[in-house]
């Protein structure tokens, strides 16, 4: 494909999600953080979500944390474009956050609570439009079971 023929590829939420090369082949996480208390928040904010202040300053956030929870989601909703079933995580952020996503390269029997995972992006493209879509999902980091922790396998 050549250049003047290559889709245009834009982040899936860019209040959430910036793309930081022309491809989209990398990214960093965006939120918020309070200048009152010191919470920090995915994604764009209005106020505090812990102390109700309007005292909020942008920041990138880490593309890597701990699997806090999952689910297997078997019936997807409306519109999925991916495979079923497919794990649902929500990875803790060393800053606070909660990030849901799925995570992907990892069979269903080696998930567990703690497992280490860092943010991979996926290009989606639906057939009818020059413009792919970058969104975020998590995978495992293979040397670590957790911060700090190497795999004991």
């Known amino acids: 494909m ?30 918020m953080r309070c200048r009152d208390c010191g919470i920090y928040v995915f994604g764009a904010a209005l106020f505090c979500q812990s102390c109700s202040s309007g005292d909020l300053e942008s920041v ?7 699997l806090y929870s999952y689910t297997i989601v078997r019936v997807p909703p409306a519109g999925w474009p991916g495979p079923v079933p497919y794990v649902l995580g929500e990875v803790e952020l060393p800053e606070g956050p909660h990030v849901l996503a799925e995570v992907t390269d990892i069979p269903e029997a080696d998930l567990k609570i703690g497992l280490a995972v860092a943010m991979a992006l996926q290009k989606v493209q ?28």
């Open 2 to 31: 050549s250049a003047s023929t290559e889709s245009k590829v834009v982040s899936v939420d860019p209040s959430r999600l910036r793309l930081t090369d022309g491809e989209g082949t990398t990214g960093v996480f965006l939120g």
């Open 60 to 66: 990138e956030l880490s593309g890597r944390g701990i």
């Open 126 to 153: 639906d057939g009818q439009s020059e413009t792919a879509r970058m969104v975020y999902k998590w995978r495992p980091i293979p040397q670590f079971t957790g911060v700090g922790q190497e795999e004991t396998r």
